[in-house]
């Protein structure tokens, strides 16, 4: 029955999910069809000058600059590559001079940046969707909810054409290939969690900011629940866990190999306390997200965009420290080995990085470092997303071998040294950067990357290209389609609690209580029991003794009585025998 009820449930998921393709590809038809109309009008209006300046090709780098020539022999687009936009010189874009990264190298990680307001949340959607169209699935982290419009195709305007043909772009509307997650369903989208157990102690104790011996007993304290059989599912049951074993019910437990010290315990529940109040207690639970559902690509072979949504993110860090390390660490240990692929398989943004390294202890930042190191070799591509290269770690900055870099303010002497910190982070070039980086106009950055043969692509003033779907956000009832028309859905979309450690260890508490009680009721009867036989041997003692002195007392009565019988007796015979010697018997 339930079998069915999963097909019955899938098979509406694919027939909403295909009704709302089909009403997607109707409205890509019709805003094509009106596109089409509308060029055609303004192409009429134009000089038969203005046709063949459009209709001409580009000027090849040998037209242009020396330096601009230079720029472009560092930037191979017949390479398989990630488009971002055309080199800039003197306020122009040259349309001949494209700019972008090798798909090769995005997994060598890289950083977009730029003070508030200059473009970089459109960079990661333009980024995301040149990735999906490669055929690599992506995953963003959706903190305004701005990025949910890449399900729907965007709209043109007349400066948005007038941008995009000034840099060689032959724009056209598309939508893609979206699937919004939530942590614990907490907003739109398929929810993720985890469990205790998977999350692991190791992990959990970095998140936790544990010392040695503090995660030594985090370790301790798993491996015993695991043994006993107690399913580690949510924060509720890891606390119980701890409760119980330092309780007088459970200290016993681990004696044989050294227990838990009651600070430590207190520690580990203070700082799961800690976490649970800024929400993570939604990401632990069931059913356990399986991150390989995020290395898909759509039928016609794009790549799958999946979007987090994260709102009020600032007021949670700890729940976004949690969840990234959890989902690279899960990644990493379940793909294998790849090198240097073709194209990644994988590409991360985590857009307001900082916040992922704001406050973080050295445990959880050498975490990140080590796991940046490590994972480009399993093909996953990270790139973090925030206001100054400062924001990151020296450490994990060196990792990242791609720069897309918008415009910065100095406003402040603070302000003036990030700019003087992000600008050493630059190869050598013939741009005064410090000028540059703070007179870049909205949708311009400064870019490098690392090339086919791994070095650094020389240092480019870019015009960026503009996304191809909605830049703003998507209508909520068209997001409810998607996540109801999702596979997702009916495989995570409903809460599992199951029986876990927190119901067996109160099982096993109230059957503890119930066993005292009875051994205690138990106790108490045989102590009655002994009160009372001692108080009948008592009382069979009095009444022996009591007969006893009857008895006495009856054989003392009996003496009496014969003593006196026989005294009474020998009198009369002494005086009969009296009488007759002495003649004074009397005679009848």
Same mark, same amino acid.
């Given at each position: 029955?339930?079998?069915?009820?999963?097909?019955?449930?899938?098979?509406?998921?694919?027939?909403?999910? =295909?009704?709302?393709?089909? =009403?997607?590809?109707?409205?890509?038809?019709?805003?094509?069809? %009106?596109?089409?109309?509308?060029?055609?009008?303004?192409?009429?209006?134009?000089? /038969?000058?203005?046709?063949?300046?459009?209709?001409?090709?580009?000027?090849?780098?040998?037209?242009?600059?020396?330096?601009?020539?230079?720029?472009?022999?560092?930037?191979?687009?017949?390479?398989?590559?990630?488009?971002?936009?055309?080199?800039?010189?003197? &306020?122009?874009?040259?349309?001949?001079? /494209?700019?972008?990264?090798?798909?090769?190298?995005?997994?060598?990680?890289?950083?977009?940046?730029?003070?508030?307001?200059?473009?970089?949340?459109?960079?990661?959607?333009?980024?995301?969707?040149?990735?999906?169209?490669?055929? $690599?699935?992506?995953?963003?982290?959706?903190?305004?909810?701005?990025?949910?419009?890449?399900?729907?195709?965007?709209?043109?305007?007349?400066?948005?054409?007038?941008?995009?043909?000034?840099?060689?772009? &032959?724009?056209?509307? =598309?939508?893609? /290939?979206?699937?919004?997650?939530?942590?614990?369903?907490?907003?739109?989208?398929?929810?993720?969690?985890?469990?205790?157990?998977?999350?692991?102690?190791?992990?959990?104790?970095?998140?936790?900011?544990?010392?040695?011996?503090?995660?030594?007993?985090?370790?301790?304290?798993?491996?015993?629940?695991?043994?006993?059989?107690?399913? @580690?599912?949510?924060?509720?049951? %890891?606390?119980?866990?701890?409760?119980?074993?330092?309780?007088?019910?459970?200290?016993?437990?681990?004696?044989?190999?050294?227990?838990?010290?009651?600070?430590?315990?207190?520690?580990? @529940?203070? +700082?799961?306390?800690?976490?649970?109040?800024?929400?993570?207690?939604?990401?632990?639970?069931?059913?356990? *997200?399986?991150?390989?559902?995020?290395?898909?690509?759509?039928?016609?072979?794009?790549?799958?965009?999946?979007?987090?949504?994260?709102?009020?993110?600032?007021?949670?860090?700890?729940? *976004?420290?949690?969840?990234?390390?959890?989902?690279?660490?899960?990644?990493?240990?379940?793909?294998?080995? $790849?090198?240097?692929?073709?194209?990644?398989?994988?590409?991360?943004?985590?857009?307001?990085?900082?916040?992922?390294?704001?406050?973080?202890?050295?445990?959880?930042?050498?975490?990140?470092?080590?796991?940046?190191?490590?994972?480009?070799?399993?093909?996953?591509?990270?790139?973090?997303?925030?206001?100054?290269?400062? &924001?990151?770690?020296?450490?994990?900055?060196?990792?990242?071998?791609?720069?897309?870099?918008?415009?910065?303010?100095?406003?402040?002497?603070?302000?003036?040294?990030?700019?003087?910190?992000?600008?050493?982070?630059?190869?050598?070039?013939?741009?005064?950067?410090?000028?540059?980086?703070?007179?870049?106009?909205?949708?311009?950055?400064?870019?490098?990357?690392?090339?086919? &043969?791994?070095? /650094?692509?020389?240092?480019?003033?870019?015009?960026?290209?503009?996304?191809?779907?909605?830049?703003?956000?998507?209508?909520?009832?068209?997001?409810?389609?998607? $996540?109801?028309?999702?596979?997702?859905?009916?495989?995570?979309?409903?809460?599992?609690?199951?029986?876990?450690?927190?119901?067996?260890?109160?099982?096993?508490?109230?059957?503890?209580?119930?066993?005292?009680?009875?051994? =205690?009721?138990?106790?108490?009867?045989?102590?009655?029991?002994?009160?009372? +036989?001692?108080?009948?041997?008592?009382?069979?003692?009095?009444?022996?003794?009591?007969?006893?002195?009857?008895?006495?007392?009856?054989?003392?009565?009996?003496?009496?009585?014969?003593?006196?019988? @026989?005294?009474?007796?020998?009198?009369?015979?002494?005086?009969?025998?009296?009488?007759?010697?002495?003649?004074?018997?009397?005679?009848?």
């Amino acid at each position: 029955m339930s079998e069915n009820t999963a097909d019955l449930a899938a098979l509406r998921a694919a027939a909403a999910q =295909a009704e709302a393709e089909a =009403a997607q590809a109707r409205a890509e038809a019709a805003r094509a069809a %009106l596109e089409a109309a509308e060029a055609a009008a303004r192409d009429q209006a134009r000089t /038969p000058a203005d046709r063949a300046a459009a209709t001409s090709e580009p000027s090849e780098p040998s037209e242009v600059s020396e330096h601009a020539a230079s720029i472009a022999a560092g930037y191979r687009p017949e390479v398989p590559w990630l488009p971002l936009g055309a080199l800039v010189e003197n &306020d122009e874009a040259l349309a001949g001079v /494209p700019i972008g990264i090798p798909l090769r190298s995005l997994n060598r990680h890289g950083l977009v940046a730029g003070a508030t307001g200059t473009g970089k949340t459109r960079t990661l959607q333009l980024m995301a969707e040149g990735l999906s169209e490669a055929g $690599v699935p992506v995953f963003v982290t959706d903190i305004k909810g701005d990025l949910s419009g890449l399900a729907v195709p965007g709209e043109a305007g007349d400066r948005l054409l007038e941008r995009t043909t000034s840099i060689g772009q &032959d724009w056209t509307p =598309a939508g893609y /290939p979206v699937e919004f997650y939530s942590l614990g369903g907490v907003g739109h989208g398929v929810p993720i969690r985890t469990t205790i157990t998977d999350f692991g102690p190791l992990l959990l104790a970095k998140v936790l900011d544990l010392n040695e011996t503090q995660e030594s007993a985090l370790t301790l304290i798993v491996h015993w629940a695991d043994s006993q059989g107690l399913a @580690l599912l949510d924060l509720k049951d %890891l606390r119980s866990v701890v409760s119980y074993l330092t309780s007088d019910e459970g200290k016993d437990e681990l004696k044989d190999i050294g227990g838990i010290a009651t600070s430590t315990a207190g520690v580990i @529940l203070r +700082e799961l306390s800690a976490l649970e109040a800024q929400g993570a207690d939604v990401f632990f639970g069931e059913p356990a *997200f399986d991150t390989a559902d995020l290395l898909r690509s759509a039928a016609d072979g794009r790549g799958v965009i999946s979007a987090l949504e994260l709102p009020d993110l600032q007021d949670r860090p700890a729940v *976004f420290s949690t969840f990234l390390m959890w989902l690279l660490a899960d990644l990493f240990g379940g793909l294998p080995e $790849v090198g240097d692929p073709e194209k990644p398989k994988l590409v991360f943004f985590f857009d307001e990085a900082h916040l992922l390294f704001k406050g973080a202890s050295d445990a959880f930042t050498d975490q990140v470092i080590q796991t940046v190191r490590l994972i480009r070799s399993k093909g996953v591509g990270i790139f973090f997303v925030t206001q100054t290269p400062t &924001d990151v770690p020296d450490e994990v900055l060196a990792q990242l071998g791609s720069r897309v870099q918008h415009a910065l303010r100095a406003h402040t002497p603070n302000d003036a040294k990030d700019l003087r910190a992000s600008v050493r982070t630059y190869p050598t070039s013939e741009y005064d950067l410090e000028e540059l980086l703070t007179s870049l106009g909205t949708g311009e950055a400064v870019v490098t990357a690392l090339g086919e &043969d791994g070095a /650094p692509t020389p240092v480019a003033w870019t015009r960026l290209r503009a996304p191809r779907a909605a830049m703003d956000p998507a209508p909520e009832a068209q997001i409810e389609q998607i $996540v109801t028309a999702s596979a997702g859905s009916a495989r995570y979309g409903t809460a599992v609690d199951r029986e876990s450690a927190f119901e067996m260890l109160a099982a096993r508490i109230a059957a503890e209580d119930v066993a005292a009680q009875e051994a =205690a009721q138990a106790a108490a009867r045989a102590e009655e029991l002994e009160e009372m +036989e001692a108080r009948l041997r008592k009382e069979a003692e009095a009444a022996r003794k009591a007969e006893e002195r009857r008895a006495q007392e009856t054989a003392r009565a009996g003496r009496s009585v014969l003593t006196s019988v @026989l005294r009474t007796a020998g009198t009369t015979l002494a005086r009969e025998v009296t009488r007759s010697l002495f003649g004074t018997r009397r005679r009848r």
